[in-house]
């Protein structure tokens, strides 16, 4: 995969406090460990796998080293606060579509990192080549669904009773959508930068 062009660290003013995002590397792992344990259970259905175990974090720093996907990692006063993933099969028909996960810590959301977050994503998406982008989540996750949609993101399918969770409870998930080219096309036309920061 094509390495992101957008350079790192940004120091990006969030709610009044300053957030330094970063490319995250392998010795982030510790801190993302710990990012974890402040998530709950509902927070990672969406996820394909359970990242509260370290062997999937493992693997994870694995695929990042070896370029099959690109994360970033925010923090404030030093505190890991969120982070993302891009991840893209560059072997596969849908090397054009990347795969968008964006977690936040609890006493962050609704503050606006989210939405600094993906489009810090969305500009990262443009520099890989990339002209989709999809994300995944439960139907509980109204907040998500509603900072997604406002950010030009579309429902484009469910999958119902898709997700089962510790206890084995089943839950929707949906996949949301965004045309990145297109986007990208209008924005140039019209000489509209912001979105991207630029």
């Not at 560059?90 to 810590?105: D, F, I, M, N, P």
């Not at 999809?134 to 950010?151: K, P, W």
């Not at 030009?152 to 510790?166: N, S, W």
């Not at 000489?191 to 920061?197: D, S, Y």
Request: hydrophobic fraction near 45%; proline fraction near 2%; aromatic fraction near 6%.
């Amino acid at each position: 995969m094509t390495q992101a062009k957008r350079q790192y660290p940004r120091t990006v003013n969030c709610d009044g406090v300053k957030i330094e995002i970063t490319q995250m590397t392998t010795a982030d792992r510790e801190a993302v460990v710990e990012f974890v344990k402040t998530l709950s259970e509902a927070d990672l259905l969406f996820l394909s796998r359970d990242i509260s175990h370290p062997k999937v974090i493992d693997a994870w720093m694995r695929s990042m080293e070896e370029g099959r996907l690109v994360s970033l990692v925010a923090r404030a006063d030093g505190v890991m606060v969120g982070c993302t993933t891009i991840f893209v099969d560059a072997l596969g028909w849908s090397r054009h579509v990347g795969e968008l996960r964006v977690l936040t810590s609890p006493a962050w959301r609704g503050r606006g990192l989210g939405r600094v977050l993906i489009q810090e994503c969305f500009a990262q998406a443009l520099d890989l080549g990339l002209t989709k982008l999809i994300a995944r989540m439960t139907l509980a996750q109204h907040r998500a669904i509603g900072v997604f949609e406002e950010l030009g993101f579309r429902a484009e399918a469910m999958l119902t009773r898709h997700v089962a969770d510790r206890n084995g409870t089943l839950h929707d998930l949906v996949i949301m959508s965004h045309d990145v080219e297109g986007v990208s096309n209008r924005q140039a036309a019209y000489g509209i930068h912001e979105a991207v920061g630029e």
